[in-house]
Antibody
Framework: QVQLQQWGAGLLKPSETLSLTCAVY????????WSWIRQPPGKGLEWIGE???????NYNPSLKSRATISVDTSKNQFSLRLSSVTAADTAVYFC??????WGQGTLVTVSS | DIQMTQSPSSLSASVGDRVTVTCRASQGIGNYLAWYQQKPGKVPELLIY???ILQSGVPTRFSGSGSGTDFTLTISSLQPEDVATYYCQKYNSAPRTFGQGTKVEVK
């Protein structure tokens, strides 16, 4: 069964860049879009963006100017970078793909 | 962009009750609609995709219906373990927007 495992820094200062990586185990990148989703504490789910194996990306317009999603097919990994973070970016971040369990989630806290 | 609106935002029902959650898209999305269940402190889990297809392992008391702009998630007989927040998500095209969630509690 395909599994997702994610990692990245959990504590950032305002204006820093968030960086998270998600590894795909037990399957390939073929034919799917791989997504990042976030959830601020006590709030709902927000779709951040997605990438496919060819590197084609789509982003939430509200984050497009700050978010960059990349892929490394040689490692079966995809990554999220979110620049110029503020306290409003404090959230649990998930990696996902339709039809399989999401990554375990990473709490990212932005605080000075 | 297409907006997804869920109703109600929360509900409380008794064990054994039939529970219905509605999701409305601001434009037609065919049947490209998924439902997720998120229990407190847990990762969301897929319940239903393609509007009405039950994900493997999901209890059959859950069902989904609808197409176009109006969709429904039904729990035929609410159980204590169904306490959770439920989200719909459109996936016909980007952005793959979620509804704001419906919190289901047991009386």
């Amino acid at each position: 069964q395909v599994q997702l495992q994610q990692w990245g820094a959990g504590l950032l200062k305002p204006s820093e860049t968030l960086s998270l990586t998600c590894a795909v185990y037990g399957g390939s990148f073929s034919d799917y879009y791989w997504s990042w989703i976030r959830q601020p504490p006590g709030k709902g789910l927000e779709w951040i963006g997605e990438i496919n194996q060819r590197g084609s990306t789509n982003y939430n317009p509200s984050l497009k100017s700050r978010a960059t999603i990349s892929v490394d097919t040689s490692k079966n990994q995809f990554s999220l970078r979110l620049s110029s973070v503020t306290a409003a970016d404090t959230a649990v971040y998930f990696c996902s793909r339709v039809g399989i369990p999401w990554g375990q989630g990473t709490l990212v806290t932005v605080s000075s | 962009d297409i907006q997804m609106t869920q109703s109600p935002s929360s509900l409380s029902a008794s064990v054994g009750d039939r529970v219905t959650v509605t999701c409305r898209a601001s434009q037609g999305i065919g049947n490209y609609l998924a439902w997720y269940q998120q229990k407190p402190g847990k990762v969301p889990e897929l319940l239903i995709y393609a509007a009405s297809i039950l994900q493997s392992g999901v209890p059959t008391r859950f069902s989904g219906s609808g197409s176009g702009t109006d969709f429904t998630l039904t729990i035929s007989s609410l159980q204590p373990e169904d306490v959770a927040t439920y989200y719909c998500q459109k996936y016909n095209s980007a952005p793959r927007t979620f509804g704001q969630g419906t919190k289901v509690e047991v009386k």
